[in-house]
C-alpha cells in the first residue's frame, strides 16, 4: 500500500520539540521529548507497510513510557501539591487502557493490523500530544515553578522500580 498522507489533521511531518511544548521540568520535558520520538518512529510505518516487529516494539515503549513517566508527573504533582492531581491520573489511566486495548487487538493479528495500528497509534498520539501534554500538563506548570527544587528532585529520584506492573 502507497503511504498515504494523515487524515486529522496530521501532516506526516515529524514533530518537533519546542520550548513551548516546555513543561518547566527538564526530567519530565525530557520524557515527553522521548514520546514524541515515539509518534514520530509510527509516523514513518502508517500507511506503509509497517512490519509488525517495529509496532511491536512501539507498544513495548509506549507502555513503559506510561508507567515510568507517568509515576514520575504524579509525584512531581504531588509534591507541588497540584490541585488538579485526580483528574489528571483518570487521563493517565485512559491512556493506560488505550495502549492495552490496541495492544491486544494487535496480538491477534500482528501482520495483518501493522500498517491500521500505526495509524490509529500516531492519531490517538498526536491529539494526546495537543490535548493532555499542552493543555492538562501545562496546568501544573505554575506550580512546579513554585517548587522547583521540589519537583526536580521528585522527578530524578523517581525509579522504575516504584513503578507497579499489572494487567488488571
Ligand atoms: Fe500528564
Not at 19 to 47: F, R
Not at 97 to 115: C, Q
Amino acid at each position: 500500500m502507497a503511504k498515504t498522507s494523515k487524515q486529522s489533521g496530521d501532516s506526516g511531518e515529524p514533530i518537533r520539540w519546542t520550548t513551548a511544548m516546555s513543561v518547566g521540568v527538564p526530567e519530565l520535558d525530557e520524557d515527553h521529548k522521548g514520546l514524541i520520538e515515539v509518534i514520530n518512529l509510527l509516523k514513518q510505518h502508517a500507511g506503509a507497510e509497517a512490519g509488525s516487529d517495529v509496532i511491536r516494539q512501539c507498544l513495548v515503549s509506549l507502555m513503559r513510557y506510561a508507567q515510568v513517566h507517568f509515576g514520575r508527573e504524579e509525584r512531581v504533582m504531588t509534591v507541588c501539591t497540584f490541585p488538579g492531581l485526580a483528574h489528571h491520573q483518570e487521563e493517565h489511566r485512559a491512556f493506560v487502557d488505550r495502549m492495552k486495548e490496541i495492544d491486544r487487538r494487535f496480538a491477534d493479528d500482528p501482520e495483518g493490523l501493522s500498517a491500521f495500528v500505526a495509524e490509529e497509534l500516531v492519531d490517538y498520539l498526536s491529539s494526546w500530544l495537543r490535548h493532555h501534554i499542552l493543555i492538562e500538563d501545562m496546568a501544573y506548570r505554575s506550580f512546579a515553578e513554585h517548587r522547583m527544587a521540589e519537583a526536580r528532585e521528585a522527578a530524578r529520584s523517581f525509579r522504575t522500580s516504584q513503578v507497579w506492573f499489572s494487567d488488571s
